[in-house]
């Protein structure tokens, strides 16, 4: 079990044609930000048979879903697996209503039989975490019909929309951090005058400060993502980006930022 930072910064410090990680059978990656490109790059490190996943867990209920090493005839790279037995998981609306159809997004709520019973001394959170038995866990997702595999979009808080689709910041900001130029990302939407959508605007930190312009950062994500999740605010290049010991982003520190980061070598809101 590996978040997908370390393992990105592990095979990018490999040297070319390295075998060093080639004896691993069963690499999980818990987590929403790993996209195809950041997984192809770790999966060329490792060997052929190697199933790289992701399962979906969370702390007051334990693991949700995944894709275990003798089911990876059905292995879908882009879900978290599938729901383990004796959870019971469904969806919900912006209104609470349940929503029954597949392929279909939601909210994601659990119920376990070992799952946790409240916060300590928080009665406030345990009243917004719980809803009739149920865990909320505030991320979006949906099941597909085909594989009957979940996949999840991104934190409810943080997920956004641009022409009408959601947009999950991880997404791109593990393609950015893929880069080998790159060591971390961030990305946030900011609203604009006059616009309806937000832009979205990354944050960067290089491996050196002459490595990459805001041209070729662009250039690496543009045959790599879909229009609505394209860079449009600009590219700021900065020292490091704001993280708890856990290594999650503060996203609200990001609008901070923006007082203090140099200016982009070019904008595309002009």
């Known amino acids: 079990m590996i978040d997908p930072y370390t393992i990105l910064q592990l095979v990018k410090m490999l040297p070319e044609g390295s075998t060093a990680l080639q004896s691993l059978r069963d690499v999980r990656v818990p987590s929403m930000d790993f996209p195809a490109n950041a997984r192809e790059m770790v999966q060329g490190a490792l060997h052929p048979d190697c199933l790289v996943s992701r399962p979906y867990g969370i702390t007051e209920i334990g693991t949700v879903s995944a894709m275990l090493y003798n089911q990876r005839e059905h292995h879908d790279p882009s879900s978290v697996g599938f729901t383990f037995p004796g959870i019971q998981v ?3 609306d912006g209104d609470g209503s349940e929503v029954t159809e597949y392929d279909t997004l939601g909210e994601i709520l659990v119920k376990t039989p070992a799952m946790f019973t409240g916060y300590y001394n928080n009665p406030t959170g345990t009243a917004k975490a719980l809803r009739d038995g149920w865990f909320v866990t505030g991320d979006i997702g949906y099941i597909s019909s085909t594989t009957q595999q979940w996949y999840l979009i991104g934190r409810k808080e943080f997920v956004f929309k641009v022409a009408g689709k ?40 290089l491996k050196s400060p002459d490595a990459l312009t805001e041209a070729d950062i662009l250039s690496f994500v543009k045959p790599r993502l879909t229009s609505e999740k394209m860079i449009t605010g600009g590219v700021y290049f900065v020292n490091s980006i704001p993280r708890t010991t856990e290594r999650k982003i503060i996203r609200w520190n990001l609008h901070d930022m923006m007082q203090k980061v140099i200016e982009p070598q070019s904008t595309t809101l002009k």
Do not use: N
Request: no cysteine; proline share 7%.
């Open 166 to 205: 959601y947009v999950a910041p991880e997404e791109i900001e593990s393609l950015l951090v893929s880069h080998k130029d790159i060591t971390d990302a961030a990305v946030a939407p900011f609203h604009v005058q006059g616009k309806t959508d937000p832009v979205i605007k990354a944050f960067v930190t």
């Open 90 to 92: 469904k969806l919900t």
